[in-house]
Nanobody, 129 residues
Framework: QVHLVESGGGLVQAGGSLRLSCAAS????????VAWFRQAPGNEREFVAARSWSVDNLLYTKYADSGSGRFAISRDGPGRTVYLQMNNMQVEDTAVYYC???????????????????WGQGTQVTVSS
């Protein structure tokens, strides 16, 4: 059974940084596409970033415009944890952040919530002004 568990959320001041983690059980991310989405109150869940690997080869990376240059998605060596490093955070980054995963790569679906089979429960990120 696959479980994804996010951690690392919290309260940060504008301009600060946070690193979110997504730990997997029941799979390794080595041959998966892993994404981060976020959802603010009253808003739809939106794409933040995604990366796809084939074992040790990085296949594809995509960032939403909102996080480009500020956010970075990475993976640990064994492929059990994926990270989202968020720098120069802004108030509008406040949301619940979710990690999601799917086997293989479908670049046409990489930003769509429907493109992912497995989801974590989310972690709250709050940025204060």
């Amino acid at each position: 059974q696959v479980h994804l568990v996010e951690s690392g959320g919290g309260l940060v001041q504008a301009g600060g940084s946070l690193r979110l983690s997504c730990a997997a059980s029941g799979l390794t991310f080595n041959t998966y596409t892993v994404a981060w989405f976020r959802q603010a109150p009253g808003n739809e869940r939106e794409f933040v970033a995604a990366r796809s690997w084939s074992v040790d080869n990085l296949l594809y990376t995509k960032y939403a415009d909102s996080g480009s240059g500020r956010f970075a998605i990475s993976r640990d060596g064994p492929g059990r944890t994926v990270y989202l490093q968020m720098n120069n955070m802004q108030v509008e980054d406040t949301a619940v952040y979710y990690c999601a995963a799917r086997g293989g790569l479908d670049a046409s679906q990489i930003t769509a919530t429907s493109g992912y089979r497995f989801w974590g429960q989310g972690t709250q990120v709050t940025v204060s002004s």
